[in-house]
């Protein structure tokens, strides 16, 4: 079964603190997407990644194709960044998206 | 330019009622969807579109229909509403199907069946 899943579910930081969100899925991909949901609902594309790192300010968004894992970081976190943060795959084998359940951030100041 | 924009934002239906959700695109997006986000779960695929006259079924179709008659819009139809269909539904699109370009999401409709 094609799976993804997502670590931790919850988790609260202090501001400024270095932050990560961890992504496994099962099997081969084609691509693999970090979305943003905020609090008031909507959800906003982060990232596509195919294959090594992107960075836009201050989050960075790497993958590991062999080990079918895929970081989210945020560093200097600040309270505006709380929302969940959703992984998604889209498998080699379709052309369809598979989410994960999300990961719940809490930034404290 | 407006993206993605979702009718109503909020609904409360009661059972066998029916009604529509509005999605409309700005961005002459070929590929639009529709998912449902239920809490503690990831968003499931109800229906999608790859051009306007095209549809497909997505994981969860059932309760739902959908039409594609122009680029810009993809409305979402339920014809009698369940219980079980109490979720908050999310309009999508994407340039291409391969999302390589990202996708852009509506605001969403939480939708009350009572």
């Known amino acids: 079964k094609n799976e993804v899943e997502q670590s931790p579910q919850n988790l609260t930081a202090q501001e400024g603190e270095f932050i990560t969100i961890n992504c496994s899925y099962s099997?081969?991909?084609?691509?693999l997407h970090w979305l943003q949901q905020h609090p008031g609902g909507g959800i906003v594309s982060l990232f596509m990644?195919?294959?090594g790192k992107k960075k836009h300010g201050r989050l960075i968004a790497t993958i590991n194709i062999q080990e079918k894992h895929s970081s989210l970081h945020i560093t200097a976190s600040h309270p505006r960044d709380s929302a969940v943060y959703i992984c998604?795959?889209?498998?080699?084998?379709?052309?369809?998206?598979?989410f994960g359940t999300g990961t719940r951030l809490a930034v404290r100041p | 330019n407006a993206g993605v924009t979702q009718t109503p934002k909020f609904r409360i239906l009661k059972i066998g009622q029916s009604m529509t959700l509005q999605c409309a695109q700005d961005?002459?997006?070929?590929?639009m969807y529709w998912y449902r986000q239920d809490p503690g779960m990831g968003l499931k695929l109800i229906y999608y579109?790859?051009?306007?006259?095209?549809?497909d079924k997505g994981e969860v179709p059932n309760g739902y229909n959908v039409s594609r008659s122009t680029t810009e819009d993809f409305p979402l139809r339920l014809e009698l509403a369940a219980p079980s269909q109490t979720s908050v539904y999310f309009c999508?699109?994407?340039?291409?199907?391969?999302?390589?370009?990202?996708?852009?999401f509506g605001s969403g409709t939480r939708l009350t069946v009572v």
């Open positions: 999508a699109s994407s340039y291409s199907g391969t999302g390589n370009y990202g996708y852009t």
């Open positions: 998604a795959v889209r498998w080699s084998s379709g052309d369809k998206l598979t």
């Open positions: 961005m002459n997006h070929n590929y």
């Open positions: 990644l195919s294959s």
């Open positions: 579109s790859v051009g306007a006259g095209i549809t």
């Open positions: 099997v081969g991909i084609s691509a």
